[in-house]
T-cell receptor, first 110, second 113 residues
Framework: GESVGLHLPTLSVQEGDNSIINCAYS??????FIWYKQESGKGPQFIID?????DKRQGQRVTVLLNKTVKHLSLQIAATQPGDSAVYFC?????????FGAGTTVTVRA | EAQVTQNPRYLITVTGKKLTVTCSQN?????MSWYRQDPGLGLRQIYY???????DKGDVPEGYKVSRKEKRNFPLILESPSPNQTSLYFC????????????FGSGTRLTVV
């Protein structure tokens, strides 16, 4: 069946370092993948998305990489800041729903 | 401000007592959806709606009802809540089928005792 999952449940990063959050997916027919950030007490917030016909997409301090050969998705955060501490979810999108992985909790050390 | 508004933010209720969680969006979005979030399970879709009077089941619809009488509102109804419906609930909306990212509300934490 379909599944979207993250490799590691937690990630501790030194402030100023780059963060890499990984995600594996199983549905090769998915058209879109999205990364969400969820801070404590808040709803998921859209970070960046990537279409399945792309390998890389960059935003402000974030880059998403898609490797369709091994069904792997990653989110890179440059110069990690304390405000980046949150739970990060990858999600597989079709026209009416998002299928989420379980999330990676990122903690930024001062 | 463009947003999805849910009420209440917190709710404690007893088994079997009907309740409604309201959701409203001010972005004129066609699609709306309800998710529940549980530890270790991530977010799972309960119901979704593609437009007024058009709704369908998501992955975990049992024990829930929804309605979409107006474009902006999408209430979640628990006719007879049970303890296994204790969860964090999120309403979300998106413009249409050509957009992919949902905008989420701030969540409703429901406890059924």
């Amino acid at each position: 069946g379909e599944s979207v999952g993250l490799h590691l449940p937690t990630l501790s990063v030194q402030e100023g370092d780059n963060s890499i959050i990984n995600c594996a997916y199983s549905n090769s027919a998915s058209d879109y993948f999205i990364w969400y950030k969820q801070e404590s007490g808040k709803g998921p917030q859209f970070i960046i998305d990537i279409r399945s016909n792309m390998d890389k997409r960059q935003g402000q301090r974030v880059t998403v990489l898609l490797n369709k050969t091994v069904k792997h998705l990653s989110l890179q955060i440059a110069a990690t800041q304390p405000g980046d501490s949150a739970v990060y979810f990858c999600a597989e999108a079709n026209d009416y729903k998002l299928s989420f992985g379980a999330g990676t909790t990122v903690t930024v050390r001062a | 401000e463009a947003q999805v508004t849910q009420n209440p933010r917190y709710l404690i209720t007893v088994t079997g007592k009907k309740l409604t969680v309201t959701c409203s969006q001010n972005m004129n979005h066609e699609y709306m959806s309800w998710y529940r979030q549980d530890p270790g399970l991530g977010l799972r879709q309960i119901y979704y709606s593609m437009n007024v009077e058009v709704t369908d089941k998501g992955d975990v619809p049992e024990g829930y009802k929804v309605s979409r009488k107006e474009k902006r509102n999408f209430p979640l109804i628990l006719e007879s809540p049970s303890p296994n419906q204790t969860s964090l609930y999120f309403c979300a909306s998106k413009r249409d089928s050509a957009t992919w990212g949902y905008t989420f509300g701030s969540g409703t934490r429901l406890t059924v005792v």
